[in-house]
């Protein structure tokens, strides 16, 4: 099992460019199903989910090709409506190819999607939209089979504005009869991202990053060179390290603007923030000020993919915070964790309440799921002597080089198998 020891209290410095965002690059891939001609991705971080969705590709017939940081994709001789079950448990982001796969083949069958172990996460609104398209859905031992003899465009209302459903819905009407409407879209740059790529394809899909999406189908798509934007999760993840230990770094590659809610706390906390084009330069002198709430909420409102790693800011920001968690019921298992490090974390159903203390101090510590454990390697440098991270399979389903780029702003860290 591989595993992190990491020794506290170096400050940071120096310069990143972040890698592409992994909540765009996985539904791009699912999108390369649409054309039988080549797609060709640039940019793709070699990470776990990448690769288990590069494999669910091969499995449906696809030709995958991995070219330095691209990927080149042709679904030429696709051939399979069948997404493997013992690939959709390792990767939420499997249920994308639901809407990809019945545009491709008018039919789809998927077991019920894994990935973090954070919460229900039910597609009951992926499902209600495809079933608003003409889809015929029967669900049965684990596995969920889709059926549409011809895919028509419908009216569609989202209960919430889930990131999934709205793009799964958005793959499965690009080339559906007549017009599509999503109202209560989400509104994430990743969403935008889709849209921009589907329309270099030769789609017609607007209003992305909107509340609503209006979607025209088309006959055909074609192939394209398509450069994902930057992650914004991966940015803000290094910008609160920095804020923890101290230090001055800049990322490149991502909008202020993508992640506006996380640069506002981090100002209310105390850090100088400067900000041009898609450049973010953060300073901190390591010793911060509390807020007195977080909340997550859906773009543009503090990602809940940021939650934990704020909350290990908090731990040793002078005063008092509370955390609120609205997306997913079981994101605090890192809390206990951290109280292992001398946090005060006191977690209730959806909330925590977070009370500074002067100092963490190094221990070993479990990484349950990826944001979790993206939250105990930053809390680790920036606390007192050395700790252990402990099962970095789940980190390294979204930080790619996490370890190298870290060392690269100074930090001590190494990767040792046990």
Do not use: W
């Not at 939420?92 to 639901?98: D, G």
Request: charged share 25%; glycine share 10%.
């Amino acid at each position: 099992m591989d595993t992190y020891i990491i020794d506290g209290g170096e400050r940071l410095y120096g310069k990143l460019q972040a890698q592409s965002a992994k909540n765009t690059v996985l539904p791009l891939l699912a999108a390369s199903v649409l054309t039988d001609e080549q797609v060709k991705i640039r940019g793709v971080p070699t990470i776990t989910d990448v690769e288990n969705m590069l494999r669910i590709l091969t499995e449906v017939g696809c030709k995958i090709k991995r070219k330095s940081d691209c990927a080149v994709i042709d679904s030429s001789n696709a051939v399979s409506h069948e997404i493997p079950p013992r690939l959709t448990k390792e990767l939420r982001s499997s249920v994308f190819m639901l809407g990809s796969v019945l545009t491709r083949f008018r039919r789809a069958k998927i077991s019920y999607p894994g990935g973090c172990d954070i919460g229900l996460r039910p597609i009951d609104l992926h499902l209600a939209g495809l079933k608003r398209l003409g889809v015929k859905i029967t669900e049965e031992g684990g596995y969920i089979e889709c059926e549409a003899d011809r895919l028509v465009g419908a009216e569609i209302l989202l209960d919430f504005p889930s990131v999934g459903a709205t793009e799964n819905i958005i793959l499965a009407a690009v080339k559906a009869e007549g017009i599509t409407v999503i109202r209560n879209a989400a509104k994430e740059p990743e969403i935008v991202d889709l849209q921009n790529f589907l329309n270099a394809m030769g789609a017609n899909v607007r209003g992305a990053g909107g509340g609503t999406v209006v979607i025209e189908g088309v006959k055909r798509l074609h192939g394209i060179e398509y450069t994902p934007i930057g992650d914004r999760i991966e940015a803000g993840t290094y910008l609160i390290a920095a804020a923890i230990c101290g230090g001055e770094i800049e990322i490149n590659g991502v909008p202020p603007e993508n992640i506006a809610a996380l640069l506002h706390k981090l100002r209310e906390n105390g850090c100088k923030i400067h900000t041009k084009n898609d450049k973010i330069i953060l300073e901190s002198s390591g010793k911060l000020k509390s807020v007195d709430l977080v909340e997550t909420t859906p773009f543009p409102g503090f990602p809940t993919d940021l939650q934990a790693q704020y909350s290990a800011l908090c731990c040793t920001a002078r005063g008092t915070t509370l955390v609120v968690e609205n997306l997913f019921e079981t994101r605090y298992k890192y809390a206990g964790e951290l109280k292992r490090m001398g946090a005060d974390v006191t977690v209730r159903g959806r909330t925590a309440v977070i009370r500074g203390v002067e100092k963490l101090h190094g221990a070993r510590v479990t990484a349950s799921d990826l944001r979790g454990g993206a939250a105990l390697v930053v809390a680790a440098l920036g606390a007192e002597g050395q700790s252990t991270v402990i099962d970095l399979s789940h980190i390294d389903r979204g930080y790619a080089d996490f370890e190298y780029k870290l060392k690269k702003l100074g930090a001590k860290i190494r990767r040792v198998r046990i």
